[in-house]
Structure formats: C-alpha cells, structure tokens
C-alpha cells in the first residue's frame, strides 16, 4: 500500500503542477509575439497606412467633405495657429533674405559679396522651414485621413526628421514629374508645347502619388490599388478636389505675384503667410480626400463580406 501510494504520487501531478503547466501552455512565445507586433506596425512610420491608424474612437465623418474646418483650419486652434506662425516666419525671413540679396546687387562688386552671404541664410533657414513644414503637412494629412478635426500629434522633435520628410516630398515630385514628362513629350508632339502640359499632368499625378505613398509598404515605390481604383469609384470626389486646390493656388498666388510687381518688400514678407496657408489647407483637402478614399474601401469591404 505505501509503495503504490508512492507511485500514484509520482504519476499524478498535484494541483499546483497543473495550473503552472496550464500557465505555461498558455504563455505565448516572445519570438511569436515581436514577429505579430511587425506585422501590425506600419513598414513605414512616415507614411503610415490610413488603415493603421489606431483610434481608441472611431471619429465622427465631417458635415461637408471639402469646407468643413478646412479653409479656416490654420487659424482654427491653438496648436495649428502657433505652427501656421512658425511656417511663415521661416518663409518670411527667407523672402526677406533674397528681397535684401536683389537689393544690394544694384550697388556693384562689394554689395555683391553681401549679397551671397544672404544666399547662403536663405539656403540654410530655407531647407530648415521646408523640412518644419513639411513635417506639418505630413501630420495635419495623416490625422485628418483618420479623420480627426483637431490635430493633436504635431511635429516638435527636432529639425533633422524635417529635412527628411522634406527629401522625401521631393522623390515624390521627381516620381510623378518623370511619369507626366513622359506624357508631355507626345503631347508636345501634337501642340509644339511642353511646359503648360507637363505642369497641369503633375499637378493632377502628384496628389495621387502621395496617397499612394501613405498606403504603400515603402515610400520609395508609391504604388497604391485602393488609390488608383478612387480614380474609378469617386470621380466626383477627385474633380471637386482638383477645383479647389486649383482656386487655393491661383488665388494666393496671384495675390502674390501682384505684390510682386507693386511693392517688393511686402511680396518678400507676404511669402511666409502665403506658403504656410498653401500647405496648411493643401494638407487638409488632401487628408480629407484619403479619408473619404479609406472610408469608400471600408464600405466595399463590408459589403463584400456580407454577400458571402
């Protein structure tokens, strides 16, 4: 009897052994977990797919797509206001730089060597205010295609990533730039005219190429299904989008190029306010216009599962 007591001890495992072998089976391994976290995370942080924007809520859809807390949107909050002014100070001593650098060439060779001086601070503060708005840019377009109203994650870490995401906005343009020069090449072959063709082909590829990029693994191949079938899906969407932007640029461009021609000075100040207005509600039409892209793609999605 003691012996088969003893036996029965050995080959019954007691309570406590159970629930921690339990705990055990239960406990997943740490290499499953990192290879889960990789595929949940964007491949790409700046160009974050607006599938995998994570929301605690999902935000309400605006009242009007395209003039809901969109023109008005940089002087709307706080948060957009003080980056709205930080933008057009930077382009602003940039005009004032090269308004100064024109200025002193009229007074010969010595005023020349000053002048280059200001060419080389409009580079400096040039490449830093294109990279700080640009990081501005990205943020108000992500978040506005994940369709908050107020944006709350605004880009104040430091001036290098700016740079970069300024880099990155330039390979976009010579992308799209390449493709539209191929196009305005046959064009030119029937109108004799390259320039006005191949600039209203880019202005019509590169909005697409950068939604393209935020749904894309990589910004260096911006390659977008769900971006190209828009086309198809929300023509009207893309039309009323391509008329605003285009009365967005005339319109404070030609305010501009007024300025230009009557008072030099003022164009030169009048620069900032005007390139951190385009960005800010360009930004903004363009987040608007991915979120109704993402919102089009969910809708078919679900109805595609519910006709299983």
């Known amino acids: 009897m003691g012996r088969s007591r003893t036996v029965s001890q050995r080959t019954r495992p007691c309570r406590a052994e159970l629930v921690s072998e339990a705990a055990q089976e239960e406990k997943p391994d740490p290499s499953e977990l990192r290879a889960h976290e990789e595929t949940i995370e964007p491949t790409y942080e700046v160009f974050r797919a607006i599938s995998s924007i994570r929301r605690t809520e999902i935000p309400e859809p605006p009242n009007s797509l395209f003039f809901s807390s969109v023109f008005e949107f940089p002087w709307r909050s706080g948060g957009a206001f003080l980056r709205w002014v930080l933008v057009s100070l930077g382009f602003s001593m940039i005009g004032l730089l090269v308004w100064l650098a024109f200025y002193m ?13 200001s060419v080389l601070g409009v580079a400096v503060i040039g490449l830093i205010s294109a990279g700080y708005a640009a990081s ?7 978040e506005t295609a994940a369709g908050v109203n107020r944006i709350a994650e605004w880009p104040d870490e430091g001036w290098k ?9 330039l390979w976009l343009h010579a992308v799209s730039g390449f493709f539209c020069y191929v196009v305005a090449l046959g064009i030119q072959a029937m109108t004799g005219s390259l320039f006005p063709a191949l600039l209203v082909l880019h202005a019509l590829l590169f909005p697409l190429a950068l939604i393209s990029a935020m749904d894309s693994e990589s910004a260096w191949l911006p390659y977008s299904r769900m971006a190209l079938r ?9 039309t009323l989008f391509y008329l605003l932007t285009t009365v967005l640029l005339c319109a404070t461009g030609g305010g501009w190029l007024t300025l230009v021609r009557n008072a030099p000075f003022a164009a030169g100040l009048a620069i900032g306010p005007i390139v951190a207005t385009i960005v800010f509600i360009y930004a903004r ?7 109704k892209i993402g919102d089009d793609a969910s809708q078919e999605v679900d109805k595609e599962v519910a006709e299983l």
Do not use: H, Y
Not at 105 to 117: E, P
Not at 136 to 142: P, T
Not at 161 to 169: A, K, N, R, S, T
């Open 105 to 117: 060439l009229s007074f010969g060779f010595v005023a020349a060597i000053a002048a280059g001086g």
């Open 136 to 142: 501005c840019g990205f943020s108000i377009l992500q």
């Open 161 to 169: 990533d700016g740079i970069f995401e300024f880099m990155l906005v």
């Open 230 to 238: 828009s086309l198809k899906r929300l023509p009207g969407t893309w």
């Open 285 to 291: 039409l363009l987040g608007r216009l991915a979120w």
